[in-house]
Nanobody
Framework: QVQLVESGGGSVQAGGSLRLSCVAS????VGWFRQAPGKEREGVAT???????YYADSVKGRFTISQDNAKNTVYLQMNSLKPTDTAMYYC???????????????????WGQGTQVTVSS
């Protein structure tokens, strides 16, 4: 069983920054997803152990995903935050590759509890 522990959410004003962390007991790939009230869960960014990275178009240039392999930790640095980024953010892990479906929640077997990010205007 893979355990995931997220941290780093909070409330900021538009234009501010937050860094989310996800400690995963083991993984091949990790994805960050978010879900706003009344909306579907959407993929934000993902990284695998080979440092292959993908981003959703809505966050490109503002968010950066990275990892510290020694600490089994994946980070999501979020800059220039907008009110539309407000959501519950989830860390997800897979022991396999994405198969071209990195942004689909079903690609990942393990999920964290989520951390709230609120951006005010």
């Amino acid at each position: 069983q893979v355990q995931l522990v997220e941290s780093g959410g909070g409330s900021v004003q538009a234009g501010g920054s937050l860094r989310l962390s996800c400690v995963a007991s083991r993984y091949f790939s990790v994805g960050w997803f978010r879900q706003a009230p009344g909306k579907e869960r959407e993929g934000v960014a993902t990284i695998n152990r080979s440092d292959i990275i993908y981003y959703a178009d809505s966050v490109k240039g503002r968010f950066t995903i990275s990892q510290d392999n020694a600490k089994n930790t994946v980070y999501l640095q979020m800059n220039s935050l907008k009110p539309t980024d407000t959501a519950m953010y989830y860390c997800a892990a897979s022991q396999y590759g994405w198969g071209g479906r990195w942004s689909e929640p079903s690609t990942f077997e393990y999920w964290g509890q989520g951390t709230q990010v609120t951006v005010s205007s």
